[in-house]
């Protein structure tokens, strides 16, 4: 072999060993620098016996007002409660989750939807909710019932859900059924998690 090939034999292996301990270098600062979304892992409930689940299936719950709830002027970050602990299975944030939940506006406590109205529970990915969901459903478990105080960042923002669009105007909504801005407050109830 010649001495041109061992060299560059012996620098092959000077720039694999430089480019892997210099990633995982970089990876370990990224990591210690970076530290985890403490409201994605670890957010933290409380307990409130007051809240479960609403037993009132196909009753037309909309516009009525949650009970056992006060309503708040702001939410500035997520929180939840539990009702119930569940001892089943955990939800993760990669889940696939069968929930009955009702949903109400945190400033006037009015219900604007609810799974119960149509009598079956609903199943849905929590990849696919909005971010109050995906951060405050993992760790939840089958059985428990939890409510979600939610900021209006966390749900819906400055665009709010339009309930009816305008005639003249496509862009515009006549009619919200979540208006911009509007911190959120659900009851949910876990009855399965895949």
Request: overall charge negative.
């Amino acid at each position: 072999m010649s001495k041109t090939l061992k060299r560059i034999g012996w620098l092959s292996l000077a720039v694999l060993f430089a480019v892997t301990g210099l990633g995982v270098g970089v990876w370990g600062f990224w990591q210690a620098t970076h530290p985890p979304d403490e409201t994605v892992t670890n957010i933290k409930c409380s307990s409130d016996s007051k809240i479960v689940e609403l037993q009132v299936a196909g009753s037309g719950l909309a516009g009525t007002k949650l009970p056992n709830f006060t309503p708040v002027d702001r939410v500035t970050r997520l929180q939840c409660a539990d009702g119930v602990v569940g001892n089943g299975a955990s939800a993760n944030p990669l889940s696939t989750i069968t929930v009955n939940y009702t949903g109400a506006l945190a400033t006037t406590g009015e219900i604007f939807e609810s799974s119960l109205d149509g009598g079956e529970p609903i199943t849905l990915s929590l990849g696919q909710v909005i971010e109050g969901w995906a951060k405050g459903i993992p760790g939840m478990k089958v059985g428990g019932t939890r409510r979600l105080m939610i900021p209006a960042e966390m749900a819906y923002g400055p665009v709010g859900s339009c309930e009816k669009v305008s005639e003249t105007d496509p862009t515009k909504c006549d009619k919200y059924s979540i208006p911009p801005n509007t911190p959120l407050v659900f009851d949910v109830t876990l009855i399965n998690t895949q």
